[in-house]
């Protein structure tokens, strides 16, 4: 005997911890899990390319001002505000939120670091800070060139919680 349709998308859903056995979205409920430390650390890249690069190397800036500063505060905002940004985020009042974004050759690269004790993980914070503080380094360098692309941006490691310590240079 075949399942029906219904019990094969359950079956498909049951590990996305944010959506019902009826496949629609919901806030995980996190109520009754304890208060642990909870830490994240992301990473991404912008690739300004020789001009801009040379540019941002020379001055530290643009017409909008100092490039990597302004990058570095956005994504410590961002981070801030990310249960507004994202939907099914739970508010977290964050304990410490470091971004540093450094040119290396051709490319801005930037990495945030956040922790608090909570219920729930860190890790959309530290990826929230990190995609805004690429965002605002292209918004600050369109001008001279619009061909600037950003990524990867991804989690390099979690720590706290049920599921422990994951880094993503795990053998």
Known sequence: MQPNRRTKRK?????????????RARMVDVGSKPITARWARAEGVVRVGRSIAGALRKTGGV??????????LAGIQAAKQTSALIPLCHPLGLDVI???????????????????????????EALTAVAVAALTVYDMCKAADKAIEIGPIRLIEKGGGKSGLWSRKQP
């Open 63 to 72: 017409a909008k001002g100092n490039v990597l500063e302004t990058a570095r």
């Open 98 to 124: 470091e971004l540093d974004a450094r040119l290396v050759a051709d490319e801005v690269r930037i990495e945030a670091y956040v922790a608090c004790e909570a219920k729930t993980g860190v890790e959309m």
């Open 11 to 23: 079956s498909r859903l049951k590990n996305f911890s944010h959506v019902d056995a009826d496949g």
